[in-house]
Structures are given as C-alpha cells and as structure tokens.
C-alpha cells in the first residue's frame, strides 16, 4: 500500500501544473488526505486539505490558486496550480491519514514527493 505521485516539473511564472497523487496497493478505503510542500531550507509546510467528504481548506498564500479535489472511486487526489509563483516552487508531498487496506490495517502514508520548479 503506497502513495505514488505524479505530475510535477518545471513552468514559467503564471503557468499551471496539475499534480496527481494515486493509491496503489489493497486499499479499502482513504479518510482525509492533503498536500504538502517544502522549499529549500525550510520546514513542510500544509497548502490544501480535503475531507473524505469532499470539504477543503487551503493555504492562505494558494487560495484562489489552486485547487484540491479527488476521485475516491480512483483513490487518486489532485492538485491543480493556477498562476503560479516563484515561491511556489518546492517539493510537494502528498499524505493520506487513515489507509485502510483489505486486511483491516490502519496507516497514515506519505507520497514520495514531486518537484515543482517555477522560472521567473
């Protein structure tokens, strides 16, 4: 069981990226997810969550920016970055809480991570 993620790579200031981050394994079923980032010499910081049922929260610095969204049916969740920023730019993390898999274990699991670059 494991996130893997997708989508990443390198676009100009004002460009778009859609980062997709997938469930792979016997996954039963997915509580909260959310996306992460970190830059260079600083900590992770939290950009976009969303419920099981849909509710989300962002970051104030990517509100009206990005969107998060997902596919339960896919286990698959999705970020798409609008206008982006130089200080966009960072190594951004996807998390699941609560994985559930077909034998009744329960784990918190984090993506590998996807580099964002954004040139000004």
Not at 31 to 50: F, N, S, T
Not at 68 to 91: C, F, G, H, W
Not at 99 to 119: I, M, P, R
């Amino acid at each position: 069981v494991q996130l893997v993620e997708s989508g990443g790579g390198l676009v100009q200031a004002g460009g778009s990226l859609r980062l997709s981050c997938a469930g792979s394994g016997r996954i039963l079923r997915i509580g909260d997810m959310g996306w992460y980032r970190q830059a260079p010499g600083k900590q992770r910081e939290l950009v976009a969550i969303i419920t099981s049922g849909g509710r989300t929260n962002y970051a104030d610095s990517v509100k009206g920016r990005y969107t998060i969204s997902r596919d339960n049916a896919k286990r698959t969740m999705y970020l798409q970055m609008n206008s982006l920023k130089p200080e966009d730019a960072a190594v951004y993390y996807c998390y699941a809480g609560d994985v559930v898999d077909t034998f009744g274990h329960k784990n918190d699991l984090w993506g590998q991570g996807t580099q964002v670059t954004v040139s000004s």
